[in-house]
């Protein structure tokens, strides 16, 4: 499972993505949490402990931002002080 948190101005948003990509291309991302950056940080961790990769951006956009272009240079983004992204590589099975 793949996981993007994305940082939106005052607001976070945590989607599952088909692909890691910050363009559309192939992204197909799916918002499953949307609210305060303390909540969808968490809610991305909890989802890196139970094994999904999980990657950080942010889009300076208002509105639906599924189908935007993302940045993962959060220094520039605004509130960015107040971030705590979430990185994981996600389990891996054994075969």
Do not use: H
């Amino acid at each position: 499972m793949k996981v993007y948190l994305v940082y939106q101005a005052g607001i976070a948003n945590v989607f599952l993505v088909d692909r890691f990509t910050l363009t559309n291309d192939g992204r197909n991302a799916g918002r499953v949490q949307q609210g305060a950056f303390g909540r969808c940080e968490a809610f991305a961790a909890g989802m890196a402990r139970a094994g999904a990769a999980v990657r950080s951006a942010y889009c300076n956009q208002t509105g639906d931002i599924s189908a935007m272009e993302w940045t993962d240079n959060l220094d520039d983004a605004p509130f960015s002080d107040k971030f705590c992204p979430v990185r994981a590589d996600g389990w891996q099975e054994d075969n």
